[in-house]
């Protein structure tokens, strides 16, 4: 494990920011941290950055204790970001990647690369504020991952990008991880967290409710319910079935052609509900598991627990 | 280089780089000339001929010696074997002598060639060019009076012309004082006739470094702001501590004041001395006929230290005064700009500044007022005493005490140590006020709010 946190607690005056939240992030993952707003994953973000500090528990990179040292070996790329409006781009990322700790040799050749990788070389002597705001965003990135950080933490890192160039940093980032990177992706699009993501933890009122890697998380949120397209009628079709197997949704696309979705209870497994479905001569022509969306699993378990919470409560 | 080192970079090089730092810098010292040239101006001469009473034991003066070329008029005060404290008091008060602008008195000694001081008091300050008018009329009828009276008949005359020669050549040690320096019986009124002259250049002092207290501070502050509603300082502070920036802030702007006054100071000199070989010229432009060539450079250097203004501004302790001055701009500036630091950090716009600015500059103001007021009337009162202690208003009252030459060395010791102590402590609090203030957003904080974030 490159990462680790260990019983993170993090209290303000008026509000407890992060309860003993505990997770690891394997090398070279894109690790995606989850949770609606105000759950605590800025507070863990500034926690890791060092620019506040955990009132109880440690963060463990590479073996050993975060400190001031590590700093270098972090890229972040805050939610809230914006660069010197009035100060020209080259001079602001040759400064950003000092403060960094690179040399002004290193900087300037690295940034070269990253320019013209990103055909932007031209930019180098204009203002930010000349520049449209998605422009800007990517002269942030760059600024961001120019050190070469082990690990980088990327807050909302596609908003502000039309779709061209979000998948233009989508494939950047995911060169980033094979090249060696560990990044931490903090993100309200559940789109990009099933494409990229390797592991997620999901963080809810404060504490850790849920983690593991994408598959294994889905897998475990699976409802075993399939959708089956047939050919019929569809009373035919709840008729075939029997008690374990529940048809939760129905839809017809004209006289003849269905959908039905059916759920399998009770451990049975689809070879037994085609079994049925074929012994009453239904004309099958599509099955195909339902897997539940990441939107879906984070919209579930994040309400289980408020209600769970609630509940507690009363 | 260090990371403080980079941002002191950055907010330098990022404000001396403004078109608005240059445009300052550059019509600074012209403003600055430009003024000097003007008092220079509104001291020409009337062309008239100046009237001198002469209390002159010497005869030197008397008619049958006196030069009276340079439309100097001399009058011997009527009777003699008066003192010269009797014979101010009857020039300040006897309604004869109202029509004369002069009291001159020559020393008897100074036709034994010695170095010893005379007097000329004025009711109106004298221009330049009257002054040296009449010091050159003096000079004249002492040469007549050196080769027709007291070597006339000198048989080695000859034989001792070099030296002779020299003393004739010396000019008379003239100082100027204004009548309003004596009372009736001609007794001085004030110890120190070149008082209002240094409390005014104190003066000066103090509102330079009032006026650059805000202004430098409030560059902090608005730099602060800044960086919070640009919302690059998240990104900063992941790589430094937020202290570090804010001392950087401060240090970089405040080499940005320092470089200003150095390039006014150069360009100021440059563009006084450039003007001042053109005073002279100001006066009238017959007086360069006046003056023959080998005498131009002399009367220049008349003109130059014998006025009075000029006299008392060559005289005072420059060094002590410079140097008091960047130390108190120096650490008045720190003081405030932590305080203008924190308050910046602790608002999201410039207008949410306003209210935390007032009692934090409150100090500042109230003690620029006092100076102003009371400087010139009460100069050593109690009050300018303690403001020039405590460590909020010493930076504009002490300039004001030091120029005045009124304040004891353990005094402004004790002053500048309780600055630098203050100046710490105000940094630490500051910064903590900082450091929480940077990373929130959203509604104004409330005093209340502010004063817990001290204890995070």
């Not at chain 1, 390797?198 to 399939?226: C, H, M, P, Q, T």
């Not at chain 2, 220079?40 to 030197?60: G, H, Q, R, W």
């Not at chain 2, 008091?89 to 001081?117: A, R």
């Not at chain 2, 409390?199 to 560059?219: A, P």
Request: charged share 20%; net charge neutral; hydrophobic share 45%.
């Amino acid at each position: 494990m490159i990462f680790e946190a260990k019983n993170i607690t993090k209290v303000y005056q008026h509000h407890t920011a992060l309860d003993d939240v505990s997770i690891s992030v394997p090398e070279q993952k894109i690790f995606g941290l989850l949770g609606p707003n105000g759950a605590g994953k800025t507070s863990l973000i500034r926690i890791i950055n060092q620019i506040t500090a955990p009132d109880k528990g440690e963060i463990i990179i590479n073996g050993e204790r975060l400190q001031p040292k590590h700093i270098e070996d972090i890229g972040y790329l805050p939610e809230e970001r914006g660069l010197y409006k009035k100060m020209k781009v080259g001079e602001q990322a040759m400064y950003l990647a000092q403060l960094k700790g690179m040399s002004k040799k290193d900087a300037k050749k690295e940034l070269k690369l990253w320019f013209d990788k990103f055909e932007i070389g031209g930019w180098w002597n204009k203002k930010i504020e000349e520049l449209s705001k998605g422009m800007a965003q990517k002269i942030q990135f760059v600024t961001t991952v120019l050190h070469k950080p082990k690990i980088l933490i990327l807050d909302e890192p596609f908003s502000g990008f039309d779709p061209i160039n979000a998948n233009l940093i989508k494939a950047e980032i995911l060169q980033l991880r094979d090249e060696g990177s560990t990044i931490f992706l903090s993100t309200h699009n559940m789109g990009s967290v099933e494409e990229i993501c390797d592991n997620i933890a999901l963080i809810n009122k404060s504490r850790k409710v849920l983690d593991g890697k994408v598959s294994e998380v889905k897998k475990e949120f699976s409802k075993n319910i399939y959708n089956i397209d047939f050919n019929g009628n569809m009373i035919g079709f709840a008729n075939a079935l029997w008690t374990n197997f529940e048809l939760i949704e129905k839809e017809s696309f004209d006289a003849n052609n269905h959908r039905a979705q059916v759920q399998l209870l009770n451990n049975n497994s689809l070879n037994s509900l085609l079994k049925v479905l074929i012994d009453n001569d239904i004309d099958i022509k599509q099955v195909e598991e339902q897997i539940p969306s990441m939107s879906d699993i984070f919209i579930e378990v994040v309400n289980q627990n408020n209600n769970l919470k609630t509940n507690n409560n009363e | 280089m260090s990371k403080v080192g980079l941002i002191i970079g950055r907010e330098y090089l990022t404000r001396v780089k403004k078109k608005s730092f240059i445009l300052m810098t550059i019509l600074g010292p012209i403003l600055f000339a430009g003024f000097f040239i003007a008092i220079a101006f509104i001291s020409k001469p009337e062309d008239k001929n100046e009237k001198v009473l002469v209390l002159d034991d010497t005869y030197v003066l008397s008619e049958r010696f006196a030069i009276n070329e340079k439309s100097v008029e001399w009058t011997p005060i009527t009777s003699s074997d008066i003192q010269f404290n009797e014979a101010i008091g009857k020039f300040k008060t006897d309604e004869k002598y109202k029509d004369y602008d002069y009291l001159l008195w020559l020393s008897p000694k100074t036709i034994e060639g010695t170095d010893t001081q005379s007097s000329l008091i004025y009711r109106k300050t004298p221009s330049l060019k009257s002054e040296s008018k009449i010091k050159e009329a003096i000079d004249k009828s002492l040469e007549f009076y050196f080769l027709n009276v007291q070597y006339k008949n000198d048989s080695v005359f000859s034989d001792r012309l070099k030296t002779a020669y020299s003393k004739i050549r010396s000019s008379v040690n003239l100082v100027s004082r204004n009548i309003n320096d004596y009372d009736e019986n001609g007794v001085e009124v004030k110890e120190n006739v070149d008082f209002k002259v240094q409390v005014g250049i104190g003066l000066g002092f103090s509102f330079f470094i009032f006026f650059f207290i805000f202004f430098f501070g409030s560059q902090v502050m608005r730099g602060v702001i800044e960086e919070k509603t640009n919302r690059i300082i998240e990104v900063i502070v992941s790589s430094v501590k937020p202290f570090q920036l804010m001392m950087g802030k401060i240090i970089g702007v405040a080499f940005v004041g320092l470089t200003q006054f150095i390039i006014w100071g150069i360009l100021s000199s440059i563009l006084i001395s450039l003007a001042s070989t053109f005073i002279p010229e100001l006066g009238s432009t017959d007086s360069i006929v006046q003056m023959s060539l080998e005498q131009n450079q002399q009367n220049a250097d008349i003109i130059g230290l014998q006025n009075d203004l000029l006299n008392t501004i060559f005289g005072m302790p420059w060094l002590n005064i410079i140097t008091s001055f960047l130390f108190y701009f120096l650490m008045g500036y720190l003081i405030y700009s932590a305080l203008f630091a924190a308050i910046g950090a602790a608002v999201d716009n410039e207008t949410d500044t306003q209210q935390f600015m007032l009692p934090i500059t409150a100090p500042l103001i109230f003690a620029f007022y006092v100076v102003a007021f009371s400087a010139f009337d009460n100069p050593d009162s109690a009050g300018m005493f303690w403001l020039s202690m405590f460590p909020l208003t010493s930076p504009v009252v002490m300039l004001v005490r030091i120029s005045m030459g009124s304040a004891e060395l353990w005094e402004v010791l004790l002053s500048m140590g309780l600055l630098i102590v203050t100046f710490i402590g105000v940094v630490w609090l500051a910064g903590k006020i900082y450091r929480t203030g940077i990373l929130m957003y959203g509604k104004k904080p409330s005093y209340k709010e502010i004063f817990k974030w001290l204890k995070y």
